[in-house]
DNA sequence: CATGAATGAGGTTTCATTCAT
DNA sequence: AATGAATGAAACCTCATTCAT
């Protein structure tokens, strides 16, 4: 009696297994979702839908999601802020990097997450869903902007602010082009006729 | 039968006043479909939405349409003919318009259906709901591109049809930024980069 | 040509009919739901249950009420109108009632509504439901108070309202016992011990 | 398999430092429960909400508990049986109580559980959770009811059955007004027409 | 042509419970 | 003993569409 003896108990998982599982599971939900959303659209992809793709029951999204409107806007939040990032990446400190190749990183970067550009746009038009989209869309474009801004204020264009402004504009329409036809010869289009239309000007 | 009838003494209609009702009818239901669409969006609104705002019975919409998708795709290409004819006919034959006017005829036509017209792109952004909206978009770009060519190659441009494809992707850009943003300063910055672009290419 | 036909037409129900129709359905739903709310428990009778015995589509339910609590509260509210009402017509005005007619017009009221008062008191002590049955109660309460009071002030009883709120407090507890026992001994005791006080006090 | 586990060198635990652990534990999780039951409802109170109110997983429930329904009517029993024990130790064998303390010392003990007691009587109401607490609330008066006999028989009032019975049903009215309304004048009322009106009797 | 009650399939969401660790 | 991710059944509710009149 009162012998000490060797047995085997079962340990709970630790945290950082629970973060591991917790974050592969986050993961693939919005990796399906977006898949889905991108291609039948928002409101035609349903949470059992998802479910069934991924692999889980359709329950588990609530344990990640506060329901299926709040996980479309964090699979916009993150595409936002991995576009944001991956422009940041694409231009050099120094030497300043003239304006096509800010275009064409801004350009590249979208064409980066092509897929889900096209959600992420009609997203923005539709007024039923959420503004979370055009919030990130005019973050996306003041950011341009200051970058386009800067640049100038560097060449010593004159009206710095003024000719960003009208940079971003156009871009914005770009943006919105490569969404609908993506790309596509138009967008190319587009972009030479800026860009060309820029150095004629010579800035 | 236990159906519910009633003998009349019929005076026939003549086919055009049969038409006449049908056609009001029809109409207040696409109005009305129209605004509720574009300020709610398509899937968040319903049929009986519908017709408590026309104040008809919901059953009646299923007379004119075979469904909610229908009456979509109905009002879609209604508008577009709309607004290929509003465009036309701001246009005149003689003496030839230059580039700004055509520009602006078009957008002058894209303002007179504001409204519809942040509905039509968001249809186009969502694939669920049908190809009508982009096969019209192409239709219309389609018409405008011809436009451009013939002006140029009255013009005597060279490369009048590749010129007419650039300038037609532009306008598209315009198209995509004016549902966005409407009648915003960003549009009229577009529209003034793209005819200050080619009147000082001299077109 | 030009002829008048005969021809037999299809005439829509006219509002009269829609309206026994709707009430017919309205009536069946109501029933159903107090039974199964009053056999089960509110909780544990899902809408489904509800269609199913009623013999109608689930999704019914909701052309007749915004949800299963406003169902519940419908129910609840007409209930206590149904006893108010019988409460009135069981007392003559002429010659005045005395306590122990007052009394048991009351509980004759309840009787007869045995089934569902049970209902009406759980309701009343759920939390998680609504505070609709807990204000009729009061309405209630405050009704029967009003009538005691007046029968003191003819009897000439001194402080007619403290004796009124003492009696509508003794058979509150009746109320709540009878929702308890139903029928039983235990209630037929109340109801003595607190009638045979009163007469005792001259009463 | 490839479950996690871990050798341990074991040192065994007394019983009774085990018991204390588990003790411990469904302490907690019972007091959480009645808690939050006695606030929101059964029905309106989750598990993972008693969960986290505690500091515990939700599995851990299930160690303890064979699922919802058994916390519950583990928690009603336990709460009558602390209500029984209480009204004794209130009463002192010698000299023998009068009525009223004997009506005092209930009151009391429920007033000392006054938070769970409008539960308790909820739950009475609920036919879909269990029968437990109609069957512990008719146990819990017939143990007031023996008592109140006991107490005639002593003090020689004729028919002493039936006049605890009486006092009895009398009783359960108070309780459950207590429930409705708690420690408010309506209580009191009644329980002062109850004693007047023994004391009156001489008893 | 017009009505609106009724259907039924499908949607989102909740949550008690299980189970590998 | 304790953890919490995952399940799956069932809940409430919406709404396009049908159909008897």
Redesign the interface.
Known sequence: M?V????????P?SKEQFEEIREKSRSIIMKTALKLFS???Y???SISAIAKEAGIAAGLMYNYFKGKEDLLVKIIEERFLDLNRYISEQLPDEPIPDIGEIIDATLKGIDSMKDSW?LL??I??????SQIATEWIGKLSLHQQEIYEKYYVIKGIKNPKESA??LS??M???F??Y???GDS???R??R??VIK?LI?KGI
Chains 1, 2, 3, 4 share one sequence.
Do not use: C, R, W
């Open positions: 009162n000490q003896t060797k047995e085997v108990v079962y340990i998982k291609a039948n659209g409101h035609a992809t096209k746009i009609s923005m038009f539709q007024p039923d869903v402004q009208a504009a156009v914005h329409g770009i919105l082009s969404a609908h036809s010869a138009e967008v289009l587009l030479n006729t239309t004629e």
